[in-house]
């Protein structure tokens, strides 16, 4: 079928409408009529070939909600009428180590990226949640909970998964000093995940104004990450760090903020490597780790827990025709804290 769509041809080309023929629905497929698609930082970077060279033309958009409308003869988990959500891969091998231990995002064959991507036959291109439909194989879609919803939930699908997998793999739990880095999309999430975790979370931000949204999202505490007297005042402070600030950032002054063994996770995406000083790690036995996104076992988590505690992402909701300016925006730091695609304007 064809679909409507937003792309852009070239790293320095803003999007504009685009129609992408989606494949018949195959017995494990579903197709779903989408109804909101989140913006995430990772789709500028992608989309300007910030990250190496991209493939053109990239229909963006991995934070995909909406309705299920046809299911293949196999497909047991959705049915069609279901909330249903897609996040950043579309398939992955299935047999590798990775897959077979549940972590399809480690796909040693590489998964089916949702976009700048390709199937697993390696030749078809992915385009992702910037569209009005979508097919996928059933594994790779997750079911939306009844009260969330749909434009809340779409950044739960990266934001959400992204922050909420490194707080859970490193044991965040009640009465933990947590530091979240960034308060953007992914920030957000942190805070408001590591909040209802039971976790005091600590806000490091470089923009003053957020200073009370960071409170209402869950933040017991508020620091500026661009006064010097804040790394001094929280030296050994944190059991755990997330980092999600998208661009260049002293490394060394975040880790000397961790308690003994304490961990800092990084799931920002500088489009710079950073230098790390062997002292940074050595004093405490600090931990510095990564965390790429999540497997399809915490997607559907953490949508759960999100309907559990009864919050979505804090999104401003777009037409796709204003894409290029939220694309602006989000660079300049201005977005609160999410901006989602109303997919009935594509
Ligand atoms: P975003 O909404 O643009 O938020 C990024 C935040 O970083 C900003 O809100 C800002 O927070 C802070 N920041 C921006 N410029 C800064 C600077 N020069 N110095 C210090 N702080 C700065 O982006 P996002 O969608 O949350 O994504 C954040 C990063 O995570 C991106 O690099 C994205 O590609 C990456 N990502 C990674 C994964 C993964 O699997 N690891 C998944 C999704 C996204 P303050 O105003 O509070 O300082
Ligand atoms: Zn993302
Ligand atoms: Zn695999």
Not at 120 to 141: A, K, L, W
Request: hydrophobic share 40%; aromatic share 8%; proline share 5%.
């Amino acid at each position: 079928m064809k679909a409507r769509a937003y792309a852009t041809t070239a790293a320095t080309q803003p999007l504009a409408p685009f129609t992408v023929d989606r494949r018949d629905v195959g017995p494990n497929d579903v197709l779903i009529e989408i109804i909101a698609s989140g913006i995430c930082h990772s789709d500028i970077h992608q989309a300007r070939s910030e990250w190496g060279p991209a493939k053109y033309p990239m229909v963006p958009g991995h934070e995909i909600v909406g309705k299920v409308t046809q299911v293949g003869a196999n497909v047991k988990r959705l049915k069609v009428g279901d909330m249903a959500g897609v996040g950043c891969m579309v398939d992955s091998c299935r047999t590798c180590h990775p897959c077979a231990h549940g972590d399809e995002q480690f796909c040693e064959k590489t998964p089916a990226w949702t976009y700048n991507g390709t199937e697993m036959d390696r030749t078809t291109p992915t385009y992702g949640g910037y569209s009005t439909h979508i097919v996928v194989t059933e594994h790779f879609v997750v079911k939306v909970p009844a009260g969330l919803d749909p434009f809340a939930a779409a950044p739960v699908l990266c934001a959400g998964v992204t922050t909420f997998s490194p707080l859970q793999e490193w044991g965040c739990k009640k009465g933990d000093q947590v530091a979240v880095v960034g308060l953007g999309g992914l920030g957000h999430m942190a805070v408001k995940l590591a909040a209802a975790m039971g976790a005091e979370v600590t806000l490091l931000s470089t923009s003053l104004s957020k200073q009370a949204d960071a409170k209402r999202l869950g933040a017991a505490n508020f620091e500026l990450s661009t006064d010097k007297a804040t790394f001094r005042k929280l030296a050994r402070r944190f059991d755990l760090i997330i980092d999600t600030v998208s661009a260049e950032h002293d490394y060394n002054a975040y880790l000397n903020l961790l308690r003994p063994r304490g961990a800092m996770v990084v799931v920002g995406v500088p489009p710079k490597p950073s230098p790390v000083a062997a002292f940074s790690l050595i004093g405490g036995n600090r931990r510095l780790a990564g965390s790429s996104i999540g497997n399809m076992k915490q997607t559907q988590d953490v949508l759960d827990f999100c309907a559990q505690h009864q919050f979505g992402a804090d999104v401003e909701v777009i037409k796709a025709g204003d894409i290029n300016v939220a694309y602006e925006r989000m660079v300049k730091n201005d977005v609160k804290y999410r901006f989602v695609i109303d997919a009935k304007t594509f």
